[in-house]
């Protein structure tokens, strides 16, 4: 019985959390959030949104679960003077949107990221990756160190088995979180997974939270999420040591929901060419919370 009452209460909660989710349509998405900059191109029957910026040597940023290309807003501003900044919104988050095949593996990710390479004409250049994205980055910088000059690893996922996901992940698989979880993105919960993966919440201002809770629920975003939380994806850490790509490893010394800090030390450890930088009080998004003084350890990591 009690569980019978907790599910109800769950389900009461989700459908309060989704009641002001009818205004975002794909048209508003788009209306808000692209700028001159923005750029939509067709991969594999995905339409892809990424944003080209500046000149020099090309730096790819790749966001992180239940993120988008925006994530990188402050790094961009400060790198788009010296570098060309690549971004994107990667299939089933932002205005890129579902993949049309309900497929979101890793070499899924990998297989999109290097067609908007080519498609772009990158031949070399500097890969940056936060969390998921950060997965995505170094099996890129395995399968394709040619490419890859320099890497940055930003609270990377990877070695995060089934049996140990991230607590927000973990509490998305619950059986009874599908129903409403597959549709919309109650405010409510986005909020949470927001201020989890900051150190200092102070920082978690009503803007932030808007701009996540519209674009988890672009169109198709919502059940992306559920398929991505509940995939089983295969560890290829046994690769890290092949990886011979210059990186430097950031993490958040506060972020404990999302990938512990102590998975810093084990890419330390793995990868053979590689220094680590812990920002103290920090969470699981430093180029967000901490966006100056992870932008300019890059700088300094980059010119060297």
């Not at 808000?32 to 790819?60: A, W």
């Not at 450890?269 to 430093?286: C, D, K, S």
Request: hydrophobic share 35%; charged share 20%; aromatic share 12%.
């Amino acid at each position: 019985m009690n569980r019978l009452v907790l599910g109800a209460a769950l389900l009461v909660l989700f459908s309060s959390g989704c009641a002001s989710t009818k205004y975002i349509t794909k048209e508003y998405l788009e209306q808000k959030y692209t700028n001159e900059q923005s750029r939509f191109t067709t991969i594999d029957g995905i339409r892809v949104h990424y944003q080209d910026e500046g000149s020099g040597i090309p730096v790819l940023l790749i966001h992180g679960i239940s993120s988008s290309l925006h994530t990188w807003d402050a790094w961009t501003e400060q790198l788009k003077d010296q570098y060309r900044v690549i971004r994107l919104d990667l299939p089933g988050f932002g205005l890129t949107g579902a993949d049309p095949q309900n497929e979101y593996s890793i070499d899924r990710y990998v297989s999109i990221v290097d067609s908007l390479c080519l498609h772009l004409e990158l031949d070399s250049f500097y890969v940056v990756g936060n969390s998921l994205g950060g997965w995505i980055a170094w099996e890129y910088a395995y399968l394709y160190q040619h490419k890859v000059s320099k890497m940055i690893l930003i609270d990377a996922a990877g070695f995060v088995t089934p049996d140990d996901p991230p607590k927000p992940i973990r509490m998305t698989q619950k059986p009874i979180f599908k129903k409403i979880a597959t549709k919309k993105a109650p405010k409510f919960l986005v909020r949470k997974y927001v201020k989890q993966a900051y150190g200092d919440r102070r920082k978690v201002t009503k803007g932030l939270v808007t701009r996540y809770f519209e674009l988890s629920n672009a169109p198709g975003n919502p059940l992306a999420f559920y398929t991505i939380a509940n995939s089983n994806y295969q560890s290829h850490t046994q690769n890290l040591p092949k990886i011979q790509v210059p990186t430097l490893i950031m993490w958040g010394s506060e972020d404990k929901k999302w990938i512990n800090v102590s998975h810093a030390y084990l890419f330390k450890e793995a990868l053979p060419n590689n220094r680590l930088t812990i920002y103290q009080g920090v969470g699981h998004l430093p180029m967000e919370e901490a966006p100056m003084e992870s932008v300019q350890d890059a700088m300094e990591f980059f010119s060297q």
